[in-house]
């Protein structure tokens, strides 16, 4: 255990000690019993980044996207907000939380400041779900990877060709998983793609007919 006498309140001094205490675990309860302490933004946010680093390098992406999240929100330019959002969006699509994923998406959205930023956060977030899809099918995790495309098919903001591509993904994967009737529906929706949402935000996400609040999710 560490000792709360040995809990420092500015980046260089922590730096030092992660460098000298042990292994992850030691210094992940050291990170958190300075974050008990109140502490300037740049602090907390170095603080927050070190423990989603370390939460990811032992593969726990839960604790890794929540503190990427609190690393965000601490940070106080644009490019460092959009670059703790993505890397939040990679841990909850490696935990396979696709609901969750909106979240992220959108306050990366909103620390846009122009067009064409908002545009790379919605490339950011389908290149980073059709990466994860690749990668099962690769190891022939046909279930999980179709669970990915169906959630791509959700992107308002997909094109209508590459709508029919994943279309014509999900027939060849129900397939294989003998699920003969999906794969037939599939296979005809490609040739006829049912009609984009109206009800969309500007974000481009389709708007969902029950909150996160309504299923009993809170994030905080």
Not at 12 to 37: F, S, T
Not at 97 to 104: G, R
Not at 128 to 133: E, I
Not at 150 to 159: A, D, G, P, V, Y
């Amino acid at each position: 255990m560490v000792s709360t006498k040995l809990i420092d309140n500015n980046i260089p001094a922590i730096e030092v000690k992660l460098k000298k205490v042990g292994g992850d675990m030691v210094k992940i309860e050291y990170l958190e019993n300075c974050l008990r302490q109140i502490l300037p933004n740049d602090v907390k946010r170095f603080c927050h980044a070190r423990l989603a680093e370390l939460y990811q390098s032992r593969l726990m992406y839960s604790g890794a996207a929540k503190n990427y999240d609190l690393a965000a929100e601490a940070a106080t330019t644009y490019k460092d907000k959009l670059d703790l959002y993505f890397k939040q969006m990679q841990m909850l699509i490696r935990m396979g939380d696709y609901l969750m994923i909106d979240k992220p998406f959108k306050k990366a959205f909103a620390a846009s400041s122009s067009n064409s930023e908002k545009e790379v956060v919605k490339e950011f977030l389908k290149k980073a779900l059709y990466s994860q899809a690749q990668e099962y099918e690769k190891k022939t995790n046909n279930r999980k990877a179709a669970e990915i495309y169906e959630r791509i098919m959700e992107l308002s903001f997909i094109k209508d060709e590459e709508r029919k591509q994943i279309l014509q993904k999900l027939a060849q994967l129900n397939s294989k998983l003998g699920r003969i009737k999906q794969a037939i529906d599939y296979e005809r929706m490609k040739d006829n793609p049912p009609p984009k949402s109206s009800r969309k935000t500007d974000d481009g996400l389709e708007v969902r007919r029950v909150s996160f609040e309504d299923l009993g999710i809170n994030w905080d």
